[in-house]
C-alpha cells in the first residue's frame, strides 16, 4: 500500500504565498504522473497543475503564471509553490500521484491520493 501525506497548508492574506508539499511512502513503486487538484465548497474538485514523469507540466488557466508545480522522484515527493494568492484559491488541496507497483511479476497501477490540506486565502 501507498500513502500520500501533504503539508504546508494554513491561512494567508490575499497576495501573499504558500508551498505545499507531499510526499509518497510504503511498499516499492514508482511514480509516474503527479499533480494537484482543489476542491472548494460546494464545487467539484478540480485540476490545479500536473507534471508527468519526464518534468513536463501544465496548469490550469486560473493558475497559470502564479503557481509552480515541482517533483523530486527520488524523494517521491511534489511541491506546489503558490504566489500571488487570491480569495478564490480557498479550497482543500490535494496530491495525486500514478503509482505502479509489482504483486509478484504482476505490475500494477494505482491512483493514490492525499489526505487533502486546507488553504484558506483572506482578502
Known amino acids: 500500500q501507498v500513502q500520500l501525506v501533504e503539508s504546508g497548508g494554513g491561512l494567508v492574506q490575499a497576495g501573499g504565498s504558500l508551498g505545499l508539499s507531499c510526499v509518497a511512502s510504503g511498499r516499492p513503486f514508482s511514480a509516474n504522473a503527479m499533480g494537484w487538484y482543489r476542491q472548494a465548497p460546494g464545487k467539484e474538485r478540480e485540476l490545479v497543475a500536473g507534471i508527468t514523469s519526464g518534468g513536463n507540466t501544465n496548469y490550469a488557466d486560473f493558475v497559470k503564471g502564479r503557481f509552480t508545480i515541482s517533483r523530486d522522484s527520488a524523494k517521491n515527493t511534489v511541491h506546489l509553490q503558490m504566489n500571488s494568492l487570491k480569495p478564490e484559491d480557498t479550497a482543500v488541496y490535494y496530491c495525486?500521484?500514478?503509482?505502479?507497483?509489482?504483486?509478484?511479476?504482476?505490475?500494477?497501477?494505482?491512483?493514490?491520493w492525499g489526505q487533502g490540506t486546507l488553504v484558506t486565502v483572506s482578502s
Open positions: 495525486h500521484m500514478e503509482i505502479r507497483y509489482y504483486s509478484g511479476n504482476r505490475l500494477n497501477t494505482l491512483d493514490a
